[in-house]
C-alpha cells in the first residue's frame, strides 16, 4: 500500500515495473517529458535502484516494485526535502509521504513516540530531528535522507547511496571558486525555473533569499515576483532592508502582514496538515504566506533555505571557525576573529568578547580534531518542565556526526542531517503541499552542497563577517547594499508578542484543563512558572532570553494531541 502527499505524484508501469515519485528530477530537458517515475524505471534497469539514484538530481521520495523479482525499493532524495514514511510488520511494508496515512491503518498502532514528544515539549528544537529514522509515532519509521530500502521475501534492508566525507579543500583562489560557486547555484536555479508554471521568490533581508531571485533575474533577464512575511513588531520585520532590493529585482512585491490572527486556530490547522507539531513560529508566518501565494495563482515558491548552512551564515558557526583556527595553531588569526566577531555582532543579551569566545569554545569544541559537543544549556533548559514519569530525558543523548577533521564542518553537517535543516525542509513541504504549491531551495542542490563542503573555513568567515564566499559570488547580480551588508536579523517570527497578547489566557485555560493534566507531560507549576515569567520578562524588556520558544513547542504538542493524535483517523484502502 502506498500513498503520497496531496500532490499529484508521477506514476509509470513498464515490463513489470511499477514506479512512483513524490517530487521533482532535475534532469535534462530532453528527459522530463517521460517523467520521473519512467525515468527511475529506466535508471533502475540500466543500473540497478541505488547506482540509479546516484544518477538523479532532485526532490522526492521515490518507489519501485519490481514484480519479477517480488522486491519493493524506496528512496529519499539526498537531502531530504520530501519526507517518506513506512511501517513493516507482520509480512507486509507499507509506505507514504504522510504519517497519517500508514496510521490509519488498523494495524498499525496510533500511539505517540514519547521520546520524541518529551523532546520536543522541553528541549530545544533542533534535537528533535536528532533521530532521522523515527517519526512522532512509535509504529511509524522515516526513511532518513540520502537512503534506500529494499523489501524482498519479507527481509528488511536499508542503506545509503550518497554521502559526505573527508575530503582536501579546494585550491583555488578565492575569485576562481567563486565563478565556480556562481555556476553551481545559477544552474541549480534554472533546473529548478525549469519545471515551474508561475514562481514566486520568498525574499528576506538577507543573501540567501536574495541571491535565489537575483540569480533568476540573471538567467531569465526578467525581473521577478516575491512575497514576504512583515510585522507591525520590528524586532524580527526586515521590510526597510528588503526595500532596496525590491526597486532593483522585483516586478511586484507582496508584504504580507502577519498580524490579526487566532493563534490558537492557526496552529491547529497546521498540526492537522502537518501530521506533527510544528518545530518553531516562523513556519506559522510561512503558513500564512503560503495561502497568500496559492491564492495568486502561483504554484512554485523559491526561498533560500540551505544558504545558512553551507555559507556558516548562523551565528554559532563563528565558534567553530574559532575552534578551527585554533587546532591549526593560527594564534593571530583567531585573535583576529574574534575582535570582528566581537565588532560586528555584539548583542545586549549574547555578548560577543574574548572571554565569551573562550567559554564558548570550552563548551562547544570537543579536544578530539573536530568533535563538536552537544550545546547542554540550550539542550536541558526546559527538562524541568516535562515529568520524568511521561520520558526520563536525562537518559536522552543526542548524536552527534564527526565524519571532518574541521570542527566547523561537522557542525555543518548535524545542522543539514540532525538539526535544523530537518525540521525546516518537512516544514517547508507540509505547509506548501496544504496550499497546492511545489517548493524549490537551490542551495540544497547537492552539487552545491559537495562544493561547499571542500570550501575552506576562511572563505566562509573572515574578519567577523559571514557568508564570504556567496559575496563574491553574487558581485555584479546582487545589489551592493544586499551584498555587503553584514547585518543579521533571521529569519524569524514575534512569537514573544503572541505570547503576551490575548493567547495568554487561551494558554493558562489549556495548561489548567483536565486534558492538559492528565496526558502527564508535563509539570503544571513549572510551565505556569515559565508563562508568567515570558511575560515579565516581555513587558519589562529585561536583556534575557524570554521563553517564547518554549511556548510555541507547548502549544503545539498540546493541540497535536488534540486534533491528531486523540483522534481516530479514517481508514484508508489498503
Known amino acids: 500500500m502506498a500513498v503520497a502527499g496531496a500532490g499529484a505524484p508521477t506514476i509509470a508501469q513498464d515490463g513489470g515495473c511499477i514506479a512512483v ?26 543500473y540497478g535502484f541505488a547506482d540509479g539514484l546516484k544518477r538523479v538530481n532532485g526532490d522526492f521520495a521515490a518507489a519501485l516494485f519490481d514484480q519479477q523479482t517480488g522486491t519493493l525499493w524506496l528512496g529519499r532524495d539526498r537531502i531530504g526535502v520530501r519526507p517518506l514514511y513506512y511501517h513493516t510488520g507482520a509480512g507486509t511494508l507499507e509506505f507514504a509521504s504522510r504519517p497519517q496515512a500508514l496510521r490509519s491503518l488498523p494495524h498499525v498502532s496510533p500511539d505517540a513516540n514519547r521520546r520524541y514528544v518529551a523532546v520536543f515539549a522541553g528541549s530545544h528544537y533542533r534535537y528533535i530531528d536528532n533521530a532521522p529514522d523515527e517519526s512522532p509515532f512509535a509504529d511509524i519509521r522515516q526513511l532518513p535522507a540520502a537512503s534506500f530500502l529494499k523489501w524482498s521475501g519479507r527481509a528488511l534492508q536499508i542503506g545509503t547511496y550518497w554521502s559526505l566525507a573527508e575530503q582536501p579543500d579546494w585550491n583555488g583562489s578565492e575569485a576562481e571558486l567563486a565563478e565556480r560557486y556562481r555556476e553551481l547555484l545559477l544552474h541549480a536555479v534554472q533546473r529548478r525555473l525549469r519545471v515551474a508554471r508561475k514562481p514566486v521568490f520568498t525574499l528576506s533581508g ?33 521590510s526597510e532592508d528588503i526595500r ?30 502537518h501530521d506533527e507539531p510544528v518545530a518553531t513560529a516562523t513556519w506559522l508566518s510561512h503558513f500564512l504566506l503560503t495561502k497568500a501565494v496559492a491564492a495568486e495563482g502561483f504554484d512554485t515558491m523559491f526561498g533560500g533555505l540551505g544558504g545558512d548552512e553551507l555559507n556558516a551564515g548562523e551565528y554559532e558557526y563563528f565558534v567553530f571557525n574559532f575552534a578551527d583556527l585554533r587546532r591549526n595553531g593560527l594564534s593571530a588569526d583567531l585573535e583576529h ?70 570542527y566547523l564542518r561537522n557542525r555543518t553537517y548535524q545542522d543539514i542531517f540532525r538539526e535544523t535543516a530537518p525540521c525546516c525542509l518537512r516544514a517547508e513541504d507540509r505547509n506548501c503541499d496544504a496550499a497546492g504549491l511545489n517548493h524549490c531551495d537551490p542551495f540544497f542542490d547537492y552539487r552545491l552542497v559537495e562544493f561547499m563542503f571542500r570550501v575552506p573555513g576562511r572563505m566562509k568567515i573572515r574578519d567577523g563577517v559571514t557568508k564570504r564566499l556567496l559575496r563574491e559570488a553574487m558581485r555584479g547580480i546582487l545589489p551592493e547594499e544586499t551584498r555587503t551588508r553584514i547585518k543579521k536579523t533571521g529569519w524569524n517570527a514575534p512569537a514573544h508578542i503572541w505570547f503576551n497578547g490575548p493567547a495568554v489566557e487561551q494558554l493558562r485555560d489549556l495548561v489548567h484543563s ?30 534575557r532570553d524570554n521563553h517564547m520558544m518554549f511556548l510555541w513547542q507547548l502549544l503545539n504538542v498540546e493541540l497535536w494531541f488534540q486534533e491528531v493524535v486523540d483522534r481516530v483517523p479514517e481508514l484508508v484502502a489498503a
Open 21 to 46: 515519485v513524490d517530487g521533482v528530477f532535475y534532469d535534462a530537458p530532453e528527459l522530463l517529458a517521460a517523467g520521473p517515475a519512467a525515468q527511475l524505471i529506466a535508471l533502475y534497469r540500466r
Open 206 to 238: 538577507g543573501m540567501d533569499s536574495s541571491s535565489v531571485l537575483a540569480s533568476a533575474v540573471q538567467l531569465t533577464g526578467e525581473k521577478q515576483q516575491a512575497v514576504s512575511s512583515v510585522y507591525s513588531d520590528k524586532t524580527y520585520d526586515e
Open 244 to 273: 532596496g532590493f525590491v526597486a532593483e529585482k522585483v516586478v511586484r512585491w507582496q508584504p504580507i502582514p502577519i498580524e490579526g490572527f487566532d493563534l490558537f486556530h492557526v496552529v491547529r490547522q497546521m498540526v492537522r496538515v
Open 337 to 406: 576573529e574574534i575582535a570582528g566577531w566581537a565588532k560586528h555582532h555584539d548583542h545586549p543579551i549574547y555578548r560577543k568578547h574574548r572571554d565569551a569566545a573562550m567559554s564558548h569554545l570550552k563548551r562547544l569544541a570537543g579536544d578530539v580534531v573536530g568533535e563538536v559537543l552537544v550545546d547542554r544549556e540550550r539542550l536541558t533548559r526546559y527538562y524541568n518542565a516535562v515529568r520524568p514519569s511521561y520520558f526520563d530525558l536525562s537518559t536522552f543523548n543526542p548524536v552527534l556526526d564527526h565524519p571532518f577533521s574541521s
Open 514 to 543: 483536565r486534558a492538559f493534566r492528565e496526558r502527564g507531560i508535563y509539570d503544571i507549576a513549572e510551565v505556569v512558572r515559565l508563562i508568567e515569567e515570558h511575560r515579565t520578562i516581555v513587558n519589562t524588556g529585561e536583556a
